[in-house]
């Protein structure tokens, strides 16, 4: 299993907020803010082979409340950080489904 503790994830954007993972066992959670999020969250389990599944919840700057969830699947690059390919979706009046990375921030 991948140990996600303390390592930070970012967007592609330039003003795309920083996520410090946190991990206890299985357990991983995040919170964040930045860019077009005023605040945001995750909660959920990484699998052995580092898979994390999450629940999220976000409340962008124009007022929405968006809520969906998760399946990242991780890819190291060859400089040894993370890549985490996305696959989402998004639940209520704001429904939508897709793909995204993010990317470990370096140290």
Do not use: K
Not at 61 to 66: H, K, L, P, Q
């Amino acid at each position: 299993m991948i140990d996600y503790d303390g390592r930070r994830f970012r967007g592609h954007a330039p003003d795309a907020p920083v996520a410090t993972y946190r991990q206890d066992g299985e357990v991983v959670w995040s919170e964040w803010s930045g860019g077009d999020v005023r605040r945001g969250s995750l909660a959920g389990l990484c699998a052995p082979d580092g898979t994390i599944s999450f629940a999220y919840c976000m409340v962008l700057a124009d007022g929405r409340v968006v809520s969906g969830h998760s399946v990242n699947t991780p890819e190291f690059l060859p400089d040894g950080r993370i890549r985490l390919n996305e696959r989402w979706e998004r639940f209520g009046a704001n429904a939508d489904s897709g793909t995204s990375t993010i990317e470990e921030v370096a140290a």
